[in-house]
């Protein structure tokens, strides 16, 4: 997996040598378009664009009109979290993707049992899919715990200017190698879901589990993102000004 730093492209940069990571940092929102042509905008960031397309194998040109018209269509957010301090950033992480994952949690665990206990015996992708979210659901109410106690609170104290604080390189190490495993994670519920699909005759549980399964995807590539490409940096930029 490639874990770069962010770099914005100079001015008049064609969007398709552009690095889908700057892309989403600059208009979170166009995550969306990525998010529909199966294109990974967190753990492979660093791609341009045009790699991302070729590597994904999708029209190149489809997705920078689709880019474009959202560019024209919807404003500019008045809040891009991308642009917040680091210390800033881990309250918004922790209030905004952490609460989103305590909350979603358990309510697909809840229809993903269920699921796969009704339809199971018929359909035994959706056993996988259960046991593929259970092991998802625990590493990340691991990830969030480290990342609460241990490396956001070092990281508010460098902001700070306190130069004892814990050491950066190990837990985010730890937590980049946690993100990458997340996102293989959901790679697989994509594919066992057929994209989260549900079929024609799927009952409104069925279709609730997989409708929810997307927006766990979807929130989580942009929790991973803000991460690796915003925060870890910034994080360690401030590391070296403070040591």
Do not use: W
């Amino acid at each position: 997996m490639s874990h770069r730093t962010i770099e914005f492209s100079p001015a008049g940069t064609p969007m398709e040598e552009r690095t889908v990571g700057e892309i989403v940092a600059e208009r979170p929102a166009q995550s969306r378009v990525f998010q529909s042509y199966g294109i990974d905008f967190c753990c492979q960031g660093g791609r341009t664009l045009r790699e991302a397309c070729e590597r994904k194998g999708v029209a190149l040109q489809s997705v920078v009109e689709q880019l474009e018209a959202e560019l024209r269509e919807k404003p500019a957010p008045e809040v891009n979290p991308a642009t917040y301090p680091p210390a800033e950033l881990t309250r918004y992480v922790v209030a905004v993707h952490h609460g989103f994952l305590r909350e979603e949690l358990p309510r697909l665990d809840a229809m993903a049992a269920r699921v796969a206990h009704v339809h199971g015996p018929h359909t035994p992708s959706l056993v996988k899919v259960y046991e593929v979210f259970q092991g998802l659901a625990v590493e990340l109410a691991e990830h969030l715990m480290k990342e609460e106690q241990v490396l956001f609170p070092a990281i508010e104290k460098l902001a700070k200017g306190d130069s004892a604080a814990m050491p950066l390189d190990g837990p985010i190490d730890c937590m980049l190698h946690e993100h990458d495993d997340a996102g293989e994670a959901l790679a697989k519920l994509r594919e066992l879901t057929n994209g989260f699909t549900p079929p024609d005759d799927a009952c409104n549980t069925y279709r609730a589990l997989f409708a929810g399964l997307a927006e766990l995807e979807e929130d989580l590539h942009r929790h991973i993102h803000l991460e690796n490409s915003v925060l870890f940096p910034a994080a360690r930029k401030l590391q070296e000004e403070v040591g």
